[in-house]
């Protein structure tokens, strides 16, 4: 069975036009300011959609995934994101308080500058993300991702980096006092700045 062509290039105001629900595929669509507070999607795909100063807090998504989004100014506090794929998309300025995340992959995403403090985002893939500046104060970032990407005068103050993989991540000037890191994780921090490790004790 031939899957229904996405919905393409149209202004939206919501998400509960029948055809919309009915296809759950949107791309290059413009939802900027669009009310939706407390929606729930369970796999759909937006594509480059445009999702600015939009009302998303409450809302709660499975599985979904927002690839190469622009969610500037968008509001997602209490938001729940489960297995969702964020790829490319760009939430600076975006309102994040109290966001709940549970894995998924949010790879080369732009979080510059966010305040992320406090974030369970245990196993989340964050590979070739922005982060510069950003704010991740006692986030529990076990196990996730971070190859590749920008700490740059990032805030990472009492994180758990326990198990997170930093290899190929720029963490100049990132503020790390009280972060937790595996012995690889030492020993990789402890060689970029120039300490020669001795495995031998």
């Known amino acids: 069975m031939t899957p229904d062509p996405p919905i393409e290039g149209r202004r ?25 507070a407390e929606v ?3 796999g759909w795909r937006f594509e480059a959609c445009r999702f ?3 009302d998303l807090s409450g ?6 995934a927002f690839i190469n989004c622009d969610l500037r100014g968008a509001n997602l506090a209490t938001a729940t994101l489960r297995g969702c794929k964020l790829t490319g998309s760009d939430l600076t300025s975006a309102r ?13 995403v732009n979080l510059r500058m966010q305040d992320l403090g406090g974030l369970a985002a245990r196993g989340l893939r964050l590979q070739g ?9 006692d986030a529990d970032l076990r196990d996730a991702d971070l190859s ?3 700490l740059r005068k990032a805030v990472l103050d009492g994180a758990d980096l326990r198990g997170a993989r930093l290899r190929g991540a720029n963490v100049e000037g990132a503020s790390m006092t009280g972060t937790r890191v ?14 020669e490790v001795d495995p031998s004790g």
Request: proline share 1%; glycine share 10%; with cysteine.
């Open 129 to 137: 993300a922005d982060l510069a500046e950003a704010t991740l104060r």
């Open 182 to 195: 595996d012995l690889a994780t030492a020993v990789w921090l402890a060689e970029l700045r120039g300490v």
């Open 40 to 42: 729930e999607t369970a």
């Open 12 to 36: 939206l105001a919501g998400l509960d036009d029948p055809e919309v629900l009915a296809v759950r595929h949107l791309v290059g669509c413009d939802l900027r300011g669009a009310e939706l």
């Open 96 to 108: 994040l308080l109290a966001l709940v995340v549970d894995g998924g992959d949010w790879s080369y």
């Open 59 to 64: 809302s709660v998504h499975d599985g979904s």
């Open 148 to 150: 590749e990407a920008t």
């Open 52 to 54: 600015n100063n939009a």
